[in-house]
């Protein structure tokens, strides 16, 4: 009896020493350890990138299953952006996820549903230098203030421009504007109504990608677009009046053409508009493309640089089989090596999310060849998002609507947001 | 007789331009290089011919794998749904039995709900029978349609009773009469049919999106949504895809196309 | 009384044959459509989540939502005109080029593939086409009109136009689908029946209006019938087209904000909600439809 006593205490001693110890100390790489006992392991994982983008996506799951033998990565095409959100929605509604992805708006698919296991595993594991990647990023990939995501083939809104209708418009090509007021002069010199007819045939400047853009704007002038934690909007605040009146100050004045930020792309590829703001991850399609002479600029700054933060994100979705989740978090953090995360990004264009990436010789050489894309990458110090919410689809639908409330039906920028704010309180206690 | 001929061959003139148009247009992108697709307004024909597209198509996708697969679905999926909509429509038309009207209002209301919604009941239905990146999986769940079921009904009530009556005098059972009178004498909806069914399965995309994952079983449609970078406007290999994946569509619209005219010489009901 | 005599009437053996051929598409239907519609219709009272199995029940919130949403009405509203204007011109426009093909004409095979060819062309690729010619900045349209000292418009992104731009696309890419089904119902009319009119002297307009379309008329019910459901199922072209819903929402049709609320605001139970209104109102113009069609349609 009293060896068994024994025996029992010193089992409960070691068990505590072994998972105390690990508890102080917790970058203990060792935990995270594969069982390589029946061969190995086998992980799905989804994208949603296409064409030559992926293709080099592609090329690093390649990579990653010949550079190792004991996990092999399947990587599946899950479609686009929004058909990808069919495809997760209907294998989350049916438990048939697989081990991973790189998809759209994750952690509305991670966060949400409260799996928070890629955090688990970054704390857990010494060698993740989670301090490396921006705090912007980060925010990016929260749901509810907590990471559920690393984030992945990021993008930010840049500043294009046709040199040569600066040049015609008496303009200095070389230097962009870099100001509000500097962006609404430029533009306003640079429209212009070639045959009479009494409709502008060139336009100063033009928007894609509105919604986001508009919410480049709402930063820039120190608005933060909604609180939260508490999911109150903050458009009617002085802030956010004050740019939907610069807004509407830039259709009025003829600046931007009311209603057409479909064709924005086509009007100025083109030649017919002078500045797009667009997603940086048009540089590597256009670069080197146009007819006339193309260049990239930060976006110019309100009351301070700002640029909020699009693109996928990588996402760990459990098996119920810990070998699995490991093997998928192993080759989520080799895609997150500053040296593979280089490949993607001097390939695609794709802006890194971490620091050490820019440090990478091919990422030096790269941008010291293409100018275009070293605006995207340095202005991503200025890059922030909010936490991923519920009715963040929802609310970017609203900003559309009301700022063709201002520019077709023309509404004043503060009725505009108050309209944006009451409807986006409505939908989210709608849902509470 | 002749004038109104002449007017005939006018709208009908008119009418093609209009119609042929984007076909062509989609033609010459599939033969031009990327700097020829960033010129607005666009180019109608390319500044030099770029063949390189159409074998590029082959080194992003496994386009023959994709293909075959393609066919195999479509093949499978267009027999197999004719064949049921055949056997179904044939007592709904023209035979008696309780419940007649109940089950072609049935079949009536199945079609009224938008696929967007029930997909996901729809899916997680088959992830119950483990028929996820399965070709059952594809084929099966869309097999029932309502378009071609009320579509060949339509056909079979228009069949002059007495043909009918007549076999039944010399004794033929219905499958029979089913077989030896109501299809030889609907050739054009069933022909009419086959190509809407066709069209269908060959170009089905988002259901088999949702389905599949292995490239294994993959189908053409997912491959060529995979040409396209996201944003991109780089349309000329897709084209190149597309050109390619349209004419099986054209060779099956022109085999069955002979198939109206033929059936029109040799019963000689028409000129 | 009656119920049995009517029972007694049915031959035994037509029933067991009947309900062989129809059993593979009733087992189909009730587990691959019948199962997720009745399901919809659940959703439509929760908020599922689509982890939750079912999901919690809300009662009538969606619908309470939905009534007084000036979106949702808006899709109603925009599904409806595309319905109102777009069928009757798909079915007189088809019916008419149909008579037409069906003529003894030089070239018939060719003009023939030549209408079924908009139908064939992939959506990606006719659509980058229209949005070219609908493009306010550069479209050859606006020339066209310039030319005869009309402003130009803005097509697409006009309001009060876009709609229509789309009726006139999903018309251009859809005709060619109703020909086919008219030309194969002309071409099963026995040519008898036209020829001993022609013999008795009809006019071919009178032969067309008491001969023709009499004998067509359960291929033009299956056409307006078909036409219906389509229109309220219309999306594709929508959300490719105006990938906002248009200009004001002026082409958010009823998929489209259905799409919306399930796949953008992750919204299931709306979404299924929205569906289920969308279910009833298609419900009632069949209803109708099928009212007066038995009034009007000749059957041999």
Not at chain 1, 356 to 373: G, I, R, Y
Not at chain 3, 226 to 241: A, D, H, L
């Amino acid at each position: 009896m009293v060896k068994k006593g024994i025996a029992l205490i010193i089992a409960l001693l070691v068990v505590f020493l072994v998972f105390g110890c690990s508890k102080a100390d917790k970058k203990d790489s060792e935990q995270l350890v594969l069982d390589e006992s029946e061969g190995p392991v086998d992980i799905v994982f989804w994208y949603a990138i296409s064409g030559s983008k992926g293709e080099v996506f592609k090329g690093l799951v390649d990579k990653f299953n010949s550079s190792q033998d004991r996990i092999q990565v399947e990587g599946i095409f899950s479609g686009k952006y929004a058909e990808t959100a069919q495809k997760v929605t209907a294998a989350l509604a049916s438990k048939t996820l697989p081990n991973g992805g790189i998809i759209p708006a994750g952690p509305i698919f991670t966060g949400q549903y409260g799996n928070y296991k890629v955090l688990d595993y970054m704390e857990k594991d010494a060698d993740f230098d989670m301090s490396d990647f921006y705090d912007g990023i980060w925010d990016y990939g929260k749901y509810d203030g907590k990471i559920c995501v690393i984030p992945y083939n990021i993008s930010t809104p840049v500043m294009y421009y046709n040199k040569d209708l600066f040049k015609e418009s008496g303009l200095d090509p070389d230097s962009p504007p870099a100001t509000w007021d500097e962006l609404l002069e430029t533009a306003k010199a640079i429209t212009k109504d070639v045959d009479g007819d009494g409709v502008m045939d060139i336009w100063g400047y033009n928007v894609k990608d509105t919604k986001w853009i508009f919410k480049a704007f709402l930063m820039q002038n120190g608005n933060e677009i909604i609180d939260i934690s508490t999911k109150t909007p903050l458009f009617t605040e002085k802030s956010g009046i004050e740019t939907a009146e610069f807004w509407k100050k830039m259709i009025d004045q003829k600046a931007m053409p009311a209603g057409l930020h479909n064709i924005a792309e086509d009007m100025f590829l083109g030649g017919q508009l002078g500045i797009l703001m667009a997603s940086s991850s048009r540089i590597a399609s256009w670069m080197g493309k146009t007819e006339f002479e193309l260049a990239a600029a930060f976006l110019p700054k309100g009351k301070h640089f700002a640029v909020p933060i699009g693109g996928a994100v990588q996402a760990l979705f459990p098996s119920g089989d810990e070998n699995e989740d490991i093997a998928t978090y192993m080759f989520m953090k080799w895609l997150s090596e500053p040296e593979n995360l280089a490949e993607l990004s001097v390939n695609t264009g794709y802006i890194p999310p971490r620091k050490a990436v820019l440090e990478e010789q091919s990422v030096k050489n790269f941008l010291e060849d293409s100018p275009m894309f070293k605006v995207a990458f340095e202005q991503l110090k200025y890059a922030s998002s909010y936490w991923h919410f519920n009715e963040m689809g929802t609310m970017d639908s609203l900003i559309w609507e009301a700022l063709e409330k201002i520019e077709i039906e023309g509404f004043e920028a503060d009725a505009a947001m108050e309209w944006l704010s009451n409807e986006l309180k409505t939908e989210i206690e709608a849902n509470e | 007789m002749k004038t109104k001929n002449k007017l005939t061959y006018v709208i009908l003139i008119l009418s093609l331009g209009a119609l042929v148009y984007p076909f062509i247009w989609m033609m010459l992108t599939a033969f031009k290089p990327d700097s020829d697709l960033y010129v607005y307004p666009p180019l109608f024909l390319p500044r030099t011919w770029h063949f390189e597209n159409f074998t590029r198509v082959f080194e992003l996708i496994p386009f023959a794998r994709y293909y075959m697969n393609n066919a195999f679905v479509t093949a499978i999926g267009v027999v197999c749904q004719v064949g049921i909509s055949i056997l179904a429509a044939y007592p709904l038309a023209r035979l008696r039995f309780p419940l007649k009207n109940a089950i072609f209002t049935f079949v009536l209301l199945t079609m009224l709900m938008p696929f967007v919604v029930t997909m996901i009941p729809t899916f997680m239905i088959v992830a119950e029978f483990r028929w996820v990146d399965t070709y059952k999986g594809i084929i099966i769940p869309l097999l029932f349609n309502g378009f071609s079921i009320i579509f060949l009904r339509q056909f079979f009530l228009a069949i002059p009773k007495d043909l009918e009556d007549s076999a039944k005098l010399d004794g033929c059972s219905y499958l029979r009469i089913l077989i030896n009178v109501i299809i030889p004498n609907t050739k054009e909806g069933i022909s009419t049919i086959t190509l809407f069914a066709f069209l269908t399965w060959w170009r089905q995309y988002l259901w088999p999106l949702i389905v599949i994952n292995s490239t294994k079983i993959r189908t053409l449609p997912i491959g060529l949504k995979y040409l396209l970078s996201d944003g991109g406007k780089e349309y000329n290999i897709l084209m190149a895809a597309s050109v390619m994946a349209i004419i099986p569509v054209i060779i099956v619209y022109m085999i069955l196309e002979k198939q109206f005219i033929k059936s029109i010489t040799f019963t000689g009901i028409k000129g | 009384m009656v119920m049995i005599d009517r029972l007694r009437t049915y031959k035994k053996e037509e029933v067991f044959f009947s309900y062989i051929c129809v059993l593979p598409i009733i087992i189909l239907a009730v587990t691959f459509v019948i199962v997720p519609l009745i399901s919809v219709f659940w959703l439509g009272f929760t908020n599922w989540d689509m982890v939750t199995d079912g999901g919690n029940f809300i009662g009538l919130k969606n619908y309470k939502y939905l009534i007084g949403n000036e979106k949702f009405q808006k899709s109603i509203i925009n599904t409806l005109f595309f319905a109102g204007v777009k069928i009757p011109l798909d079915l007189v426009l088809s019916l008419f080029i149909a008579t037409l093909l069906d003529k003894k004409i030089r070239g018939r095979s060719f003009f023939r593939a030549t209408f079924f060819l908009p139908v064939v062309i992939p959506m990606v690729a006719a659509s980058i086409v229209w949005l070219w010619l609908y493009n306010p900045m550069i479209t050859p349209l606006n020339q066209l009109l310039s030319f005869f000292h009309i402003k130009p418009s803005r097509w697409l992104y006009d309001p009060n136009l876009s709609m229509l731009c789309i009726i006139f696309f999903s018309l251009w890419k859809g005709l060619g689908y109703n020909i086919v089904i008219f030309l194969a119902g002309l071409q099963s009319i026995p040519d008898t029946y036209i020829e001993a009119a022609r013999i008795d002297g009809a006019s071919p307009n009178k032969i067309f209006f008491k001969i023709t379309l009499p004998l067509l008329s359960p291929i033009t019910y299956f056409v307006l019938l078909m036409g219906i459901i389509k229109s309220f199922n219309v999306f594709t072209q929508i959300s490719v087209m105006t990938p906002e819903g248009g200009p004001l929402y002026s082409t958010g049709v009823s998929v489209f904000y259905i799409y919306q609320q399930a796949f953008q605001n992750y919204n299931m139970g709306r979404a299924s909600a929205a569906a289920v209104i969308l279910f009833f109102m298609i419900l009632a113009f069949t209803l109708v439809q099928k009212y007066i069609g038995q009034k009007n349609i000749h059957y041999q």
